[in-house]
Nanobody, 122 residues
Framework: QVQLVESGGGLVQSGGSLRLSCEGSGRAFSRDAMGWFRQAPGKEREYVAVMNWSGGSIYYTDSVKGRFTISRDNAKDTVYLQMTRLKPEDTAVYYC???????????????WGQGTQVTVSS
């Protein structure tokens, strides 16, 4: 069974930090693009950060540039999202995803985790 499992979400005060992890199993993800998306209540799922298999191509949505860092460990089929200087508007369910193209489009990703809640209090 192919799975992506996120961890590391939680409640944090504005200005705080969290580190999300997403571990893949059931197949190798070392050659896939991997990324993080988020969905706030009443809003569409949006991309946060994505990277290709080698880390040579990395993209961030404008609202998180300079605050969030995506990284991966291909030996562990794991992708990370280090989030700093968190804001209340970062509150959402965060999903990791894997697919064949390094884009911000939801439809380009074939595998999804179940999501982890991040809540930033003001």
């Amino acid at each position: 069974q192919v799975q992506l499992v996120e961890s590391g979400g939680g409640l944090v005060q504005s200005g705080g930090s969290l580190r999300l992890s997403c571990e893949g199993s059931g197949r190798a993800f070392s050659r896939d693009a991997m990324g993080w998306f988020r969905q706030a209540p009443g809003k569409e799922r949006e991309y946060v950060a994505v990277m290709n298999w080698s880390g040579g191509s990395i993209y961030y949505t404008d609202s998180v540039k300079g605050r969030f860092t995506i990284s991966r460990d291909n030996a562990k089929d794991t992708v990370y999202l280090q989030m700093t200087r968190l804001k209340p508007e970062d509150t959402a369910v965060y999903y990791c995803a894997a697919g064949g193209h390094t884009t911000g489009w939801v439809d380009d990703y074939n595998y999804w985790g179940q999501g982890t809640q991040v809540t930033v209090s003001s």
